[in-house]
C-alpha cells in the first residue's frame, strides 16, 4: 500500500505563513491546530512510521496484503478518516490532527478504515447481490446493501478492536462511554430499527445514520455498535475465532443471522 505524507508540507506552509486570517471562522480551527500540530512539528514522520506499522498488522491479521493509497494531511480537525472505494480500489485519508496524541485511538481508527480496504475489492463479497467490485464511488455509496454495510462496519471493528485489546470499548464504535451505555440501555430499539430496514427490500443503509430512527434518540453511529456485537458473534459461532474467515464471507447468506441478534443489555 502507497502511504503519501504530506504533513510536512502543512508544517512548513504554516511555518511561512506569516499573516494568517483573521476572520473568526478561520481562527476557530487555527487555534486548535496550533496546539494539536506541536508534536508533529516535533517528529512529523511519527505518524507515517505508525501508520506503515498498522499497515503490516493488519495483513499479519488477515493474511493478505493491502493494496491502494493512504494520505496522510492536515484536515484542520474537520475529519479523522475515510476509506474512499472506487472501481475495486481504495485511497483511505487520514486527517491525523484531528486525533494525534489522543493515545490508541488514531491506532484504532486506521485498523478500521485498513479492514474496509481488505474486505471491499473481493469479488465473493458482491457476488450474490449480482455485483461486482469494479464499481464508481457513487455506485458503490448509493447501492450499498443494507446487511452488507452492517457486516463491513462490524467487521472493521471488530479487527480494529483485535489489534488493539484493551482499550476502552466505546472507542472501537466511535462513542463516548455515556453513548455506548445509552445504546445498550436501548437495545431493543436499535434491534427494532436495523431488523426493519433489513427486511424492507427498500431499505437504505444510511437510514441508519438518522439518529431519529431510534426512539428515544440515540447517539450517531449506534448502530456501529450493533453490527460490532453482532460480527464479534459470528466470529464466535461461524469462524472459529478466525478473522481471516469473515474476512471474505459473503454477507447475503447472513441475513437471517443478522434477523435473529439482538443486542446485549451490557458488554
Known amino acids: 500500500m502507497r502511504v503519501h505524507n504530506y504533513l510536512p508540507d502543512l508544517l512548513d506552509a504554516l511555518k511561512r505563513w506569516e499573516r494568517k486570517p483573521a476572520s473568526c471562522q478561520v481562527a476557530e ?28 498488522a493488519v ?29 475495486g480500489k481504495h485511497c483511505v485519508y487520514l486527517g491525523v490532527d484531528e486525533s494525534h ?13 485498513l479492514a474496509h480496504v481488505a474486505r471491499e475489492p473481493l469479488p465473493e463479497i458482491w457476488a450474490g447481490f449480482g455485483k461486482t467490485p469494479d464499481m464508481s464511488h457513487d455506485e458503490f455509496t ?8 452492517l457486516m463491513g462496519e462490524g467487521f472493521s471493528c471488530v479487527v ?8 476502552d470499548a466505546c472507542h472501537y464504535v466511535y462513542q463516548t462511554e455515556d453513548g455506548l451505555s445509552r445504546v445498550l440501555e436501548h437495545g431493543p430499539a436499535v434491534d427494532r430499527a436495523i431488523h426493519k430496514i433489513l427486511k424492507d427490500p ?13 426512539r428515544p434518540e440515540l447517539p450517531l453511529y449506534a448502530h456501529y455498535v450493533w453490527a460490532w456485537l453482532w460480527v464479534t458473534r459470528l466470529l464466535e459461532e461461524k469462524a472459529g475465532g478466525n478473522p481471516r474467515i469473515l474476512l471474505n464471507m459473503p454477507s447475503h447468506e447472513l441475513v437471517e443471522h443478522a434477523l435473529k441478534f439482538k443486542l446485549p443489555k451490557a458488554l
Open 29 to 56: 480551527y487555527l487555534r486548535p491546530m496550533e496546539q494539536l500540530l506541536a508534536p508533529l512539528a516535533l517528529d512529523p514522520a511519527y505518524e507515517e512510521a505508525r501508520l506503515k506499522k498498522s499497515i503490516d
Open 59 to 87: 495483513e499479519r491479521c488477515l493474511g493478505i496484503t493491502l493494496t491502494g493509497d493512504a494520505v496522510l494531511f492536515g484536515a484542520f480537525t474537520t475529519m479523522d478518516g475515510y476509506a474512499r472505494f472506487d472501481h
Open 101 to 113: 496524541g489522543r493515545g490508541a485511538y488514531l491506532d484504532i481508527l486506521v485498523a478500521h478504515e
Open 142 to 149: 448509493e447501492n450499498l446493501p443494507v446487511i452488507e454495510h
Open 160 to 167: 480494529s478492536e483485535l489489534l488493539n485489546p484493551r482499550e
Open 202 to 214: 427498500k431499505g437504505r443503509y444510511q437510514s441508519l445514520y438518522n439518529t431519529r430512527l431510534y
